[in-house]
């Protein structure tokens, strides 16, 4: 454990970034989740399901839990899913 005050200070910050990140992070890879099976499943509310993760997927990126990149690349394979 540090003993300076700001290093006590950051890893204070540290850690609740982390859980936020992480929290974060799941939201996005459930609604991912919930969309591929309903897909496979063919469920009447998949298309519903789709809009939700792609929501999620431009509402992480915009925090900086994923980059641009990654997030136009999981959008481009939930589309052709979904097709």
């Given at each position: 454990m540090p003993q300076i005050?700001?290093?006590?200070?950051?890893?204070?910050?540290?850690?609740?970034?982390?859980?936020?990140?992480s929290a974060g992070l799941s939201q996005l890879r459930s609604a991912e989740k919930k969309f591929r099976v309903a897909q496979a499943a063919g469920e009447q509310n998949a298309s519903d399901l789709h809009k939700e993760a792609i929501r999620a997927i431009d509402k992480a990126a915009s925090k900086g839990f994923i980059s641009k990149n990654k997030a136009s690349r999981d959008k481009s394979r939930l589309a052709k899913l979904a097709k």
């Open positions: 005050k700001s290093a006590i200070k950051r890893v204070r910050t540290a850690a609740k970034n982390n859980e936020r990140n």
